[in-house]
């Protein structure tokens, strides 16, 4: 099996099993054992299962920011398509959370574990969303002075609100769809001429 592949089957049978039944409770010899690799072969990609967990969160992040590079790339207007990358995170997170079952709680509880392995798809988001905001501008359809203060708000503004979305708490009592085009009107309000 080649390298890669090996390293991916060890983090997705890891991502299983931490589901399953939590990163605590699981060990790198039950990784071992259900990946039908030898604890030797694991230890050979990763040290412990501190690095295997970042692995199966860097995975998880790596294909946030292919969804959100997927919907940057459409053709649509610039404003639809900065609501659509906001959605597209927070949708994105939700699907993360909600898939690892009990890996759920440690990912909140070590949220600053977290936020570490998370500064390469921040990076990345934070070019996407410049991108976007300067082609508006460019286009005459954003009226934005501080384009890097513009992307950081709006991705602090986002993060807030990742923990309220997870748990259905965003817009509570609000009709459905509702919470997106009282987004929609924040950023026509804060980009348009």
């Not at 690799?37 to 299962?49: A, D, E, N």
């Not at 690095?51 to 920011?65: H, Q």
């Not at 005459?140 to 259905?168: N, Q, S, T």
Request: net charge positive; aromatic share 8%; glycine share 6%.
């Amino acid at each position: 099996m080649p390298v890669e592949k090996t390293r991916n089957k060890l983090i997705d049978v890891a991502r299983t099993l931490f589901a399953k039944k939590g990163i605590e409770e699981t060990t790198m010899n039950d990784i071992a054992l259900a990946s039908g690799k030898g604890r030797r072969t694991l230890y050979t990609y990763f040290k412990s299962k501190e690095e295997v967990y970042g692995a199966v969160v860097e995975d998880e992040l790596d294909m946030m920011s292919q969804q959100m590079a997927d919907v940057a790339a459409q053709d649509m207007d610039h404003e639809d398509k900065l609501v659509a990358m906001i959605y597209a995170h927070l949708n994105a997170i939700k699907t993360v959370v909600q898939r690892n079952g009990n890996m759920r709680a440690e990912f909140f509880r070590d949220i600053w574990k977290v936020s570490l392995i998370r500064k390469r798809f921040d990076r990345k988001e934070k070019i996407l969303l410049t991108q976007i905001i300067s082609d508006g501008v460019k286009c005459g359809r954003f009226d934005v002075e501080e384009i890097g203060l513009m992307v950081d708000i709006i991705r602090y503004a986002v993060k807030g609100l990742e923990v309220p979305y997870i748990y259905g708490r965003l817009a509570d009592g609000m009709p459905k769809g509702m919470s997106r085009a009282v987004v929609q009107r924040i950023i026509h309000r804060a980009l348009s001429k």
